[in-house]
């Protein structure tokens, strides 16, 4: 079946770090890719999504790309803030349209941002 | 404000109660969802509605029981639960399937005692 594996945490940086959360997959088919933030209290937002390999997904600082070769799915930011500070998900979806389908989701990575 | 609303925010239940969760959308979606999150494990899917069918049931136990009367509206009722049933139980809507993204609702804390 479908899973997602990402770095569990938590991760530690200093306010302006460079951040990687890295996530790979395994899927029978084509996934979309996604990824999901969760601040303290709430539930998950969606920050960014790509659909086919070598799209780059990207909204807020975050950007992630597509890699079919790599089966990954990594998270990158410039210059972390402290209102970074959240959990962060990678998640996969095999049917990129039409039709109802569940996301799989990985474990989640804490990220914590310290000023 | 996502769009998608939970209610109640925090529900402590007795193991013989019975209670239910509410779950509203008025983005326009035609899929809504529920999941359970708990500490250290992934997000699992329970139940997926899809124009107001129900389309997948994970096994979950039948203690569990949806409701989708409408295209906005999403329940979950609960009865004769167990401590392991202690979670965060969030609700999600979607468009066209999950591959365009889910919007999440906040969640509902469930402490079972």
């Known amino acids: 079946g479908d899973s997602v594996t990402q770095m569990e945490g938590p991760v530690t940086l200093s306010e302006e770090a460079f951040l990687t959360i890295n996530c790979t997959y395994t899927a029978t088919g084509y996934p979309s890719l996604f990824w999901y933030v969760q601040y303290p209290g709430e539930g998950l937002q969606l920050l960014l999504k790509a659909t086919k390999a070598d799209d780059k997904g990207s909204n807020k600082g975050f950007e992630a790309t597509y890699r079919k070769e790599t089966t990954s799915f990594h998270l990158e930011k410039g210059s972390v803030q402290v209102s970074d500070s959240a959990v962060y998900f990678c998640?996969?979806?095999?049917?990129?349209?039409?039709?109802?389908?569940?996301?799989?989701f990985g474990k989640g990575t804490h990220l914590i941002i310290q000023p | 404000e996502t769009g998608v609303t939970q209610t109640p925010r925090h529900l402590v239940m007795g193991m013989t109660n019975k209670k239910s969760l509410k779950c509203e959308q008025h983005l326009g979606h035609n899929a809504m969802y529920w999941y359970k999150q708990s500490a250290k494990k992934p997000l699992e899917l329970m139940f997926v509605?899809?124009?107001?069918?129900?389309?997948e049931n994970n096994s979950v136990p039948s203690r569990f029981s949806p409701e989708c009367p409408n295209s906005s509206h999403l329940f979950l009722h609960l009865h004769t639960l167990q401590p392991e049933d202690s979670a965060l139980y969030l609700c999600a809507s979607s468009q066209g399937g999950a591959g365009y993204g889910y919007t999440f609702g906040s969640g509902t804390r469930l402490t079972v005692v």
């Open positions: 998640a996969l979806s095999e049917i990129a349209g039409g039709g109802a389908d569940g996301l799989t």
């Open positions: 509605y899809s124009l107001e069918e129900r389309v």
